[in-house]
Nanobody, 124 residues
Framework: QVRLVESGGSSVQAGGSLRLSCAAS??????????VGWFRQVPGKEREAVTY??????YYHDSVKGRFTISQDNAENTLYLQMSSLKPEDTAMYYC?????????????????WGQGTQVTVSS
C-alpha cells in the first residue's frame, strides 16, 4: 500500500517561511509518478491545486507564484513545498498527492494517493 505522509505545517507570522515535506513509502516512487503535487483546502471551500509537476509542466496557482516552490528529492523519495512571504490567505490544510497513471494533474479527483494533510496557519 502506497502511503504519503506530510510534515512541516505550523503557525507562522505573515511574511514568514515554511517548508513542507511529503515522504512516500510502500513502493510508491515519486520519480515514476505521472503527477505529483500539493493541494490546499479550507473548511467550506473546494480543494485547490497549489502546485504540481506533470504533463511536462510545472504549475503554480497565481496566488503563490514567486513565493512557493515545488521540488523533489528522488533519492529520498520526498516531495517538498518551500513557502516564503506567507500571507494569511495561505492558511489551509495542505495535502500532497500523486497520480501513478496519465491524468489531468489539475484535477484532485485524478490523483490516486493522498497524504493526511498538514496544517499551515498564517497570522497577520
Amino acid at each position: 500500500q502506497v502511503r504519503l505522509v506530510e510534515s512541516g505545517g505550523s503557525s507562522v507570522q505573515a511574511g514568514g517561511s515554511l517548508r513542507l515535506s511529503c515522504a512516500a513509502s510502500g513502493y510508491g516512487y515519486f520519480v515514476s509518478a505521472y503527477c505529483v503535487g500539493w493541494f490546499r483546502q479550507v473548511p467550506g471551500k473546494e480543494r485547490e491545486a497549489v502546485t504540481y509537476i506533470g504533463n511536462s509542466r510545472t504549475y503554480y496557482h497565481d496566488s503563490v507564484k514567486g513565493r512557493f516552490t515545488i521540488s523533489q528529492d528522488n533519492a529520498e523519495n520526498t516531495l517538498y513545498l518551500q513557502m516564503s512571504s506567507l500571507k494569511p490567505e495561505d492558511t489551509a490544510m495542505y495535502y500532497c498527492a500523486a497520480a501513478w497513471r496519465p491524468a489531468t494533474c489539475s484535477n484532485p479527483g485524478r490523483y490516486d494517493t493522498w497524504g493526511q494533510g498538514t496544517q499551515v496557519t498564517v497570522s497577520s
